[in-house]
């Protein structure tokens, strides 16, 4: 991607959607900060530098300014691997919570609140320090599985600087710290609580 395009699209209406998508699937995420971050025509931060408020017609500077169709998987892939929400289950009943973390690239924070059939969930992150910081807040009723980002320095082996577990009324807060590839199991039921 980086000697045929230099991590510009090269994509038409159809691919965009599911190109940073398809990238963070499959272990080139770091591509995907980089064509998500891209400020050069053809990008989408090169309209963004052209102040757009709207997805135009082509990466250019063509005269139709309104195509969702080639924003679409911009969304998607925040959600899905930047924040790192996908729902497991029908209504988000069960959800994954693994952000991809880069140490260098991409947002050094990121934050997302999701209102769901059983109440509202959260997830925020911070990179700082060589450290990762991850908070989830899941609702009542709802299972979650929760993948902590790799760290951004080696330590020799797997850790978790901190983990806390906090209930406020109808709500469970998981807050984590660096791992490598750790995942938590968490549920919230009605009566009692499992970890």
């Known amino acids: ?32 900060l980089r064509v998500a971050t891209q400020e050069s025509a053809p990008s989408w931060g090169f309209w963004h530098t052209q102040n757009a408020t709207t997805c135009w017609e082509s990466w250019g500077t063509g005269d139709s300014h309104n195509h969702i169709f080639l924003c679409g998987g911009v969304s998607e892939w925040v959600w899905a691997h930047l924040v790192g929400i996908t729902p497991l289950s029908r209504g988000f009943g069960h959800v994954l919570v693994h952000p991809k973390v880069d140490c260098k690239l991409g947002p050094s924070d990121a934050q997302a609140s999701l209102r769901t059939p059983h109440g509202t969930l959260r997830v925020n992150w911070q990179r700082a320090s060589g450290k990762t910081a991850l908070n989830v807040t899941l609702p009542l009723g709802t299972t979650g599985t929760v993948v902590l980002p790799k760290p951004c320095s080696s330590s020799g082996g797997e850790r978790v600087d901190d983990f806390t577990l906090s209930e406020s009324g109808q709500l469970v807060s998981i807050g984590l710290a660096s791992a490598r590839g750790t995942a938590k199991q968490c549920r919230r039921r009605s009566r009692g609580k499992s970890w």
């Not at 000697?3 to 272990?27: I, P």
């Open 1 to 32: 991607l980086e000697n045929r395009t230099g991590y510009h699209l090269g994509t038409g209406a159809v691919t965009t959607k599911y190109l940073l998508n398809v990238l963070s699937e499959n272990g080139l995420h770091n591509a995907a």
